[in-house]
């Protein structure tokens, strides 16, 4: 028989499973309460909707493909060099972007045993090979991290706080891992949920970022900007990973609307701190109110929870996902991320929350009408 032709797909990209996001609908056309994907209950500020409608009036032009007006605004409220911003339609974009710069057939990445997907994906998308390091009480663990590295280890990617477990790593185990790596591997800190985290003893990222020629910081508008819909984050990098990134990413990568939302977002901190102490507030009244009703949960430094369900007795999580669909509300299931009894909440609004709450009592309880 003929070998087959036509173009053949590059090593590592058929061993790539698709990422599957949060469920975002239900059939049926009444409304849902998803609390799948870790967005905001609030929305974006209205300032950044104000922008983003302004820039309709532009959708012919090309946007700045630098752009510089975001990156400057994003170096002055956090005190950075705007020429070490590179910006991407969603940190997605960034993460892969640094996957490419860095990452070839032959070479390792290392990231943890729960860690977020999009690694992975990233990571297998370049030939590279994918090395997962083992957690403790799923936290990310700096001792197994450093004992995985090897001579082809190129890149590690932490998600500090992580998604989906909400666990955090204090700031001194983050710079224990960076002296315990290679200096010719790079750190890839995502703090995605940076804004909502409240503790001592966290750093985003930045002082590393600085006093190292070898540690990015990736951050996104998709979450306490409310922002998700429109693709839009950033890595805060060493001037050499910059000058990378920006040789290899598309010239207008991220849109004009993007661009002119973001730096209205970035101007209305109080919508931000709104979202935090709402965050602050409902993570700790759902974390006891789910604990009376005997779902553990691990604690969370983000805006979502990581609720474990018991095994079998008509009470596992995927039976809890059924009585929550059919009350209409959506959480989101964690079992390819090696958390087959868990279930993943978003901290919604103080009506959406209490929903989630009478609704779970209820199966908890067992008097629901899904039980089988
Ligand atoms: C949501 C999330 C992001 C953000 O992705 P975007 O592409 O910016 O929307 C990045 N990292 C983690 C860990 C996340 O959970």
Known sequence: MAAKRGPRVRPGVLDIAPYVPGTSALPGAHPVIKLSSNETPFGPSPRALEAYHAAASSLSRYPDGSARSLREAIAKLYGLDAGRIVCGAGSDEVLNLLAGAYLGPGDEAIYSEHGFLVYRIA????????????????????????????????LVFIANPNNPTGTYLAFDEVKRLRAGLPDDVLLVLDAAYAEYVRKNDYETGIELVATTDNTVMTRTFSKIYGLA?????????????????????????????????????????AWVERAVEHNEVWRSRMTEALAAIGIGVTPSAANFLLLHFPKGNGRSAPEADRFLHERRIILRRVGEYGLPDALRMTIGSEEENRAVIGALTSFMRGNGAARS
């Open 123 to 154: 990571i297998l998308a370049r030939g590279a090979t994918p090395v997962v390091a083992p957690e403790t009480d799923l936290t990310a663990n700096v001792d197994a991290i450093l004992a995985r590295v090897s001579p082809a280890t190129r």
């Open 229 to 269: 819909y429109l693709r839009l984050g950033w890595a805060y990098c060493p001037t050499e990973i910059a000058d990378a990134l920006n040789r290899i990413r598309g010239p207008f990568n991220v849109s004009g609307p993007a661009i002119a939302a973001g730096v209205a977002a970035l101007a209305d901190q």
